[in-house]
């Protein structure tokens, strides 16, 4: 059975403010990056504002993250916009280091489906098989731009809906491509993760963009309809018209360094 995920908090002071850094759990056994969390158990620590379960660990060689999206709406917004994660190596939000995906991806006018409406199960699959490319910044050894989800270095990224409809996100990142092996002598070292789920553009802003709702429609984007089925996602418009994110300070686990 796979190491549970979990974290212990610290609280510190610092720049007169108080902060919490969460120390990443040592992952023991090999972890599959299949969009699966119900092997590690319950994902522990939440962010209220964007009603997201997270999880962080690492071994002597990759970080892992996932994420629980249960929120519609924030899904939605993921699916039109994309999602942009940022790791930097202060504790502080640079943004130099990033993984985007899925990418942004346009919306084609179109009018309602006049036949049966696709099932979510039929709209997701079809949104995983037609986004299988990442946008990479920042990283050492890996190149600035497009990417397949899996690499020859080591990178392994995947998205899926769980049978509760809650889209989870797994990833993993090699330490040798964005910081260094573990040593004993940086266990103190806070670094910051920033998940950032970007904003749609806003209707009639351009180009004929549309975000859907009310009386205008649109086929999914990425898919490829089939007969007169029209995927249509009709978000809450107000809402995927703000950036989502949150912030967390996290520290490694130098579990192997020190026995």
């Not at 549970?4 to 720049?15: D, E, K, P, V, Y």
């Not at 999880?55 to 249960?70: G, P, Q, R």
């Not at 280091?97 to 979510?120: F, M, N």
């Not at 397949?148 to 989870?168: A, V, Y």
Request: hydrophobic content about 30%.
């Amino acid at each position: 059975m796979r190491t549970f995920w979990a974290f212990t908090l610290l609280s510190i002071a610092a720049c007169g403010s108080h902060k919490v850094v969460q120390n990443a759990n040592w992952q023991s056994n090999a972890v599959s990056i299949d969009a699966n969390d119900k092997e590690y158990g319950n994902i522990s620590f939440y962010n209220t504002e964007t009603k997201t379960h997270y999880s962080i660990s690492n071994d002597s060689a990759n970080l892992y993250l996932c994420l629980a999206f249960s929120d519609e709406n924030l899904q939605r917004q993921i699916m039109l916009a994309g999602l942009t994660l940022w790791i930097d190596t202060l504790p502080k939000p640079l943004k130099q280091i990033g993984v985007t995906y899925p990418l942004k991806t346009e919306r084609k006018q179109g009018k309602h489906g006049t036949g049966d409406e696709p099932t979510p199960d039929k709209i997701h699959r079809d949104f995983i098989l037609t986004h299988q490319v990442a946008e990479l910044t920042g990283f050492r050894n890996l190149p600035n731009g497009f990417s397949p989800l899996t690499t020859k270095e080591g990178l392994n990224l995947k998205m899926d809906w769980d049978s509760s409809q809650t889209l989870i996100y797994e990833l993993q990142i090699p330490l040798k491509n964005w910081y260094h092996e573990l040593t004993s002598s940086d266990s103190s070292h806070i670094f910051t993760a920033t998940v950032v789920v970007n904003t749609v553009k806003p209707p009639g802003s351009g180009n004929g963009d549309h975000t859907g709702g009310g009386s205008g429609g649109g086929n999914f984007p990425g898919s490829q309809p089939t007969s007169n089925n029209q995927m249509d996602m009709r978000p809450n418009v107000s809402f995927v018209n703000e950036e989502h994110s949150f912030r967390v300070n996290f520290k490694l686990n130098h579990h192997a360094t020190t026995q």
